[in-house]
């Protein structure tokens, strides 16, 4: 199993799957792996941002990563069970503000995060590498990102706060 | 549910107005190039692309941008963006877009900016 944690949590520990924080508010999400599911997925960070009044450009935040990580399941994860499991989170820690936090969670082979190569506008441009930015988005977009994977499958749990 | 990306093109002189309109992802993305050649090959020496109507561009779709703003720069010509989410200039700003190809906060003053000199 690799665990890396690309952004420190603030404050708290993130919450672990399947334990509320806080009066936390879960919802689960199955969506198979095909085409512009990872929209149908982005309809609920939507909806639950606004529950929490989450300004509208940090939900786009949310949406874009969410749309990252579902992605890069699409295309690398070879899920064993051709589908990626999502849960939505919101809640507020002790003393602080309220979150959004998301969990993608696919079944597949898993990667070796660490060895994954950081892109760069260089290399983008002048090497002709133009694919490779999902997790960089992610992590650029997000207040917090941990992934965890192993031969059992990857998890990105990524929270943004209010 | 269908999130395809629709995409109007004007043509004004030797300037291609470009306005999406949804998810801009591969699909979306090579629809816009598709249109965006057409118009270089039909004598267009710039590109306004209007994104108002679009809240996200996935990386794939930025990777497909990228490519058109490569050909754009290949002819000599110019590619402005405008009206762009402020998560969608952030993603193209963490891509390195916005190092090559300009982006302004209006339609006007990206038709402005690609006017011919004098």
Known sequence: MHILVDKPMSRREVARPGVSELGAREISLTIPVAADMEIVATAQASALGEFIQMPRDKIDEVKLAIVEACINAFEHAHSRDDRVHLTFRVGRE?????????????????????????????????????????????RSLMDSVAITSGDWGTRILMRKYK | MSEACKIAVERRGDVAIFWTDGYINNQGGEEIARQAYSQLDSGARALVMNLEKTRIVNSIGISILIEVLEKV????????????????????????????????????????????AG
Not at chain 1, 97 to 123: A, N, R, T
Not at chain 2, 90 to 114: C, D, N, S
Request: charged share 25%; aromatic share 8%.
């Open chain 1, 94 to 138: 002790e003393s602080g503000p309220e979150f959004l936090e998301v969990e993608v969670l696919d079944q597949g082979e898993g990667f070796e995060h660490l060895s994954v190569e950081i892109p760069s506008p260089e290399k983008t441009f002048e090497e002709g590498k133009k694919r490779g930015w999902g997790l960089q988005i992610i």
């Open chain 2, 73 to 116: 720069m290949d002819r000599k010509g110019a590619l402005a963006f405008c009206n762009l989410t402020p998560t969608i200039d952030k993603t193209f700003r963490i891509m390195g877009l916005a190092q090559y190809a300009a982006i302004y906060p209006t339609q006007e003053e990206a038709l402005r900016a690609v006017a011919p």
